[in-house]
């Protein structure tokens, strides 16, 4: 059997959207979109990279744009591939490091959820910034939501203990120096799971530093809250950049 590559998510597809399930995707999709038009971008097709289980993708496929969505989690793409697409979705298996999809497809670009933050040596994070950049037609807008240092210190208490719908779960970070390990246990329909995924978290200089090495020109950065007054926004900020040319 293959092994699994580092970052993809394994069983914890099968709960992700009962855990984020009070995250308000709609307002994330409405922010981005406002990023975008901000910098003059006129939006037809979008890439949602790392797109988990399509909850950005479908909100925006619905709304009539044409989407593309990828991730190394071939069971969150099971679980995208299986909702309500207004048309046969577009997804596909693929890597941040090496983005399937051709140069300047996309009018925006989005990378939300601290998927970045799976990729543990800032030469990977330059290379996917780079693709993603790449990827960007030109005047386009690449909008990175990094992890957030307040979900490591703070957390949200959702995401760190939760007893509803028959699932429980709880989530721990193991900080170590600004590596991370997240430890989730939880139990559904009597099946108990134990995973660790493993996060950098990348400080506000280091990740101006990447895009700066990946060649994008940061623009914003556009805080969700409380723009969005909804607790699972709280923290978050969406950083807002061009790709070169
Ligand atoms: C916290 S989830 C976020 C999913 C989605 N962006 C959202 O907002 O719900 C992180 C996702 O990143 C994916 N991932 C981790 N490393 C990746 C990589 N190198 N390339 C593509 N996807 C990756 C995982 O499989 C998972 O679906």
């Given at each position: ?21 009070a ?39 619905g ?11 071939l ?74 240092p ?11 203990h939760?007893?509803r ?10 900080v ?28 506000e ?41």
């Amino acid at each position: 059997m293959p092994a699994v590559p580092p970052g993809a998510y394994r069983r914890y597809a099968l709960v992700y959207d009962l855990v984020w399930a009070a995250a308000p995707y709609d307002r994330f999709v409405d922010l981005c979109l406002e990023a975008a038009a901000a910098q003059g971008t006129a939006v037809r097709r979008v890439l949602v990279a790392a797109c988990g289980t399509g909850n950005a993708a479908v909100e925006l496929a619905g709304r009539g744009y044409e989407v593309t969505g990828f991730d190394l989690s071939l069971p969150m793409l099971s679980v995208a591939a299986a909702k309500p697409w207004p048309d046969p979705p577009r997804l596909v298996a693929g890597d941040l490091r090496a983005v399937p999809l051709g140069d300047g497809w996309a009018d925006l670009v989005l990378v939300l959820n601290a998927s970045i933050n799976y990729l543990l040596e800032p030469e990977e994070v330059v290379a996917a910034l780079g693709h993603l950049g790449r990827t960007a037609a030109p005047g386009g807008t690449v909008v990175v939501e990094p992890l957030s240092p307040r979900f490591v210190h703070q957390g949200w208490a959702p995401g760190r203990h939760l007893d509803r719908d028959g699932l429980r779960l709880d989530a721990s970070y193991e900080v170590s120096g600004d590596l991370l390990a997240e430890r989730l246990r939880w139990s559904l329909g009597g099946v108990e799971e134990a995973e660790t995924y493993r996060q950098r978290l990348y400080s506000e200089a280091e990740l101006e530093a990447l895009l700066a090495a990946a060649g994008l020109e940061l623009a914003e950065r556009r805080p969700m809250w409380p723009a969005i007054p909804a607790q699972p926004a709280r923290g978050r900020t969406l950083w807002v950049a061009r790709p070169p040319g």
